[in-house]
C-alpha cells in the first residue's frame, strides 16, 4: 500500500509538472483517484499527514517576525477579511437556503455561520508552498500573507480548543514561560553544527513542542509553529529550515493525499462545492480592497490577496470538530474538502501568472492606492554606487566584498528581506531594501550611474523576471547571473543576461585559480 501511495503520487506530480502547474495538484488528484479506486488509507497516512503540517508550521515560526503581527495591515486585514467574509458567506449561505438549494435547505442559521467560519480561512500550506516555490516567503506581500495566516490559524485552533470536550489543562499557564528556553535552545542548535545532526534536532523541536501542547489540551500544530518562534532570529534559523525542506516537501505529500480520503464524493456535493468555490474571486478581491484601504502598495496588496485565494485546511478542522459535535451534517465535511481541494488548484495555478497579471491590470489596480504610503512601502536610493548586487545571501555578500575591497568598486546590495538588509547595515555594508521583480521599484530607482548588475537570487525565474523588469526600464548596462544547472543558464542567457557562472560547474575554476599560487616557488 505504501508502495502504491508513492507510486500514484509521483506519476500524477510528475504528470501535472509537465504542465508546469505545482505538483501538488497531483497529489490531490491523486488522492482523489486513489479513493475512487475503493483503496482504503491506513494510518501511516495520517501519521505522515501530522508530521508534514507541523515541520511546515515549525518553519514558517523559524522565519517568522512576531512583532510583525501586531502591525495594522496584518491584524486589521486578518480580523476585517474574516468578518466580512463570513458575512457574506452566511447571507449567501442562507439565501441558497431559502431558495431549495440541495444540502444548504437542511442548515440552520447556526450551521450556515459554521460553514462561513470554516471558509473564512486561508490554506497555509498552500500558500506557503506557493511562496516557496517563487522564491517569493520573504518579500513584502509573502511576509503580509503569513502574518494573516497565522492570525486566522491562531482564530482556528482557538475555535477547537474550546469546542472540544475538555478545556486547556491548568498546566498551559506554564507554557507562557518558554521564552526562558530561548538561550538554551540557541545553545543546543549553535552546537549541533551543520550536518546530519541539524535536521534531527529540528525534527525533535518541532515534534517535543506538538507533544508538549498536545500534553496540556492544545493543538499540537500550534505547538510546533510556537517551538520554531522560539529559535527564530537565531543565526542558524535560516540554516534550519533549508535542512528541513525536502523532508517537509515529502510529508506534506502525505497531506495533499489524505485530503482525497476525507470522504467519497458525490455529484450533488461537488455541485454545491463548485458554488462555494464561485466565492473565492470574492474572497480574493476583499483582501485587495482591504489591503490597500490599509495603506498597501496595489502590487503587495495583489499579491498577497492571489496567496490567499484558496480555502484552508484549518477550515476542515473546524468542519471536522462542527461534526462531532452534531453541529454540522457529515455530508458537509465533503462538501468542504472538495471545496479544499479545487481552492488550491485554482490558487496554484492563478499564482503562477500573478506577476503577469498585475502588469496586464496595473493601470486599473494603482488606481485603489491610497495617497500615503507605509514605512515599509518607501524605496530608497543606491547612492555612490556604479554596481548592484541583487539577493545578499551568501552568494551575493562574497561578490560584494570582493568588489569592494580587492577591487575599489562602489557597490549597493539590493535585498528583499528588511531583516537581512538591517544586520548587513551593521555589519557596514551599503545596502537597501528592494523587491528586484517589482517594476515600480525599478521606476523610482536611479539607473543613469549603474554600469552593471548582479543577479545573487537562489530562484533563476525571479532572475528572468528581474532582468525582464530592467529591460522594460530601458537599462543600458551589463547584467550577470549565477545559476545552478546548464538548463537555467542557457534560459538566462537567452533572456539577455550577459554572464551567467554556474557555481557548480566553475566552483572548480574558482578554486584552482585561489590556490595556484601556492606552486610558485619561493
Not at 514558517?60 to 496584518?74: P, Y
Not at 522564491?135 to 482564530?155: C, T, Y
Not at 530561548?182 to 513542542?209: D, N, T
Not at 525582464?468 to 537567452?494: F, M, N
Amino acid at each position: 500500500m505504501d508502495y502504491l501511495w508513492v507510486a500514484v503520487a509521483f506519476i500524477c506530480g510528475f504528470l501535472v509538472r509537465q504542465l508546469s502547474l505545482p505538483p501538488l495538484v497531483g497529489y490531490l488528484a491523486a488522492g482523489f483517484g486513489l479513493h475512487a479506486l475503493g483503496i482504503e488509507p491506513d494510518s501511516s497516512l495520517d501519521v505522515l499527514a501530522d508530521l508534514g503540517v507541523s515541520l511546515l508550521l515549525f518553519t514558517i515560526g523559524l522565519k517568522l517576525n512576531v512583532a510583525s503581527l501586531f502591525k495594522t495591515e496584518i491584524w486589521g486585514s486578518a480580523t476585517g477579511h474574516m468578518s466580512v467574509i463570513v458575512a457574506i458567506t452566511m447571507l449567501s449561505g442562507l439565501f441558497f437556503g431559502l431558495m431549495g438549494v440541495m444540502y444548504f435547505a437542511e442548515l440552520n442559521w447556526q450551521a450556515v455561520l459554521l460553514v462561513s467560519f470554516a471558509m473564512s480561512f486561508s490554506s497555509t500550506v498552500c500558500a506557503v508552498k506557493v511562496l516557496e516555490d517563487k522564491g517569493e516567503l520573504r518579500a513584502r506581500h509573502g511576509q503580509v500573507a503569513i502574518g494573516i495566516l497565522i492570525i486566522q490559524d491562531i482564530a482556528a485552533v482557538l475555535f477547537v480548543t474550546f469546542t472540544a470536550d475538555q478545556m486547556p489543562s491548568l498546566w498551559a499557564l506554564a507554557l507562557l514561560g518558554l521564552p526562558l528556553l530561548r538561550p538554551l535552545l540557541f545553545k543546543l542548535i549553535q552546537r549541533c553544527g551543520h550536518g546530519e545532526v541539524l535536521p534531527l534536532v529540528g525534527f525533535f523541536l518541532a515534534f517535543s513542542g506538538a507533544e508538549l501542547f498536545e500534553l496540556v489540551g492544545l493543538k499540537s500544530q500550534l505547538g510546533a509553529l510556537v517551538a520554531g518562534i522560539l529559535l527564530s532570529g537565531h543565526c542558524k534559523s535560516a540554516e534550519l529550515a533549508k535542512s528541513l525542506l525536502s523532508f517537509k516537501d515529502i510529508f506534506l505529500i502525505g497531506f495533499f493525499l489524505s485530503v482525497g480520503f476525507i470522504a467519497l464524493p458525490t455529484l450533488d456535493m461537488l455541485v454545491v462545492a463548485l458554488i462555494l468555490t464561485l466565492l473565492l474571486p470574492i474572497k480574493t478581491g476583499l483582501f485587495f480592497l482591504w489591503l490597500t484601504r490599509l495603506k498597501l502598495r496595489s502590487r503587495s496588496a495583489f499579491l498577497s490577496a492571489l496567496t490567499l485565494s484558496n480555502y484552508s485546511e484549518f477550515g476542515l478542522i473546524v468542519g471536522s470538530v462542527s461534526v462531532t459535535y452534531g453541529l454540522l451534517p457529515k455530508e458537509w465535511l465533503v462538501i468542504m474538502a472538495l471545496a479544499v481541494a479545487i481552492s488550491f488548484i485554482f490558487s496554484s495555478i492563478i499564482n503562477i501568472w500573478a506577476h503577469d497579471l498585475f502588469q496586464s491590470w496595473v493601470a486599473v489596480l494603482k488606481k485603489f492606492e491610497g495617497q500615503t504610503r507605509l514605512a515599509e512601502d518607501h524605496f530608497s536610493q543606491p547612492h555612490n554606487a556604479s554596481v548592484l548586487v541583487i539577493g545578499m545571501g551568501r552568494v551575493g555578500t562574497g561578490a560584494y566584498d570582493t568588489l569592494t575591497n580587492e577591487l575599489n568598486k562602489s557597490v549597493c546590495g539590493i535585498d528583499v528581506d528588511k531583516e537581512r538588509v538591517a544586520a548587513q547595515e551593521l555589519a557596514g555594508r551599503n545596502v537597501i531594501a528592494g523587491d528586484a521583480e517589482d517594476p515600480e521599484f525599478w521606476a523610482q530607482i536611479d539607473l543613469s550611474k549603474i554600469n552593471l548588475i548582479l543577479f545573487a537570487i537562489p530562484n533563476y525565474v525571479d532572475m528572468l523576471e528581474s532582468s525582464k523588469q530592467l529591460r522594460l526600464g530601458q537599462y543600458k548596462g551589463k547584467t550577470a547571473a549565477v545559476a545552478r544547472y546548464v538548463d537555467e543558464e542557457k534560459r538566462l542567457l537567452s533572456a539577455g543576461v550577459d554572464v551567467v557562472f554556474n557555481y557548480y560547474a566553475k566552483v572548480g575554476t574558482g578554486f584552482a585559480e585561489a590556490t595556484v599560487h601556492l606552486l610558485d616557488p619561493k
